[in-house]
């Protein structure tokens, strides 16, 4: 009889920065190619950002950080 070990592996992190992957043919997120692709990665980069800005990263809080659940009426948020 064999047991199993229950102890969690801890996760590993890696800093890969922007990166773009081709999720139809990479699924396993391989091969960057934001290079090939700038059109797409540098909007996609610069809303990152903003959101970054706005919620916060990195344990400071951001101006639009809340409490979960709470979104005041008429919070221009709401507005898409």
């Known amino acids: 009889m064999t047991t199993c ?21 990479d699924r396993n997120e391989t091969t960057d190619v ?16 903003q ?4 919620l916060g990263d990195q344990g400071k809080p951001g101006p639009g950080i809340r409490p979960a659940g709470q979104l005041g009426a008429g919070d221009e948020r709401l507005k898409w």
């Open 5 to 25: 070990d229950p102890t969690p592996i801890p996760p590993t992190r890696r800093e890969i920065g922007y990166a773009l992957f081709d999720m139809d043919n």
């Open 34 to 49: 934001k290079d090939q692709h700038p059109d797409v990665a540098e909007p996609m980069k610069h809303r990152a950002e």
């Open 51 to 54: 959101m970054r800005a706005d």
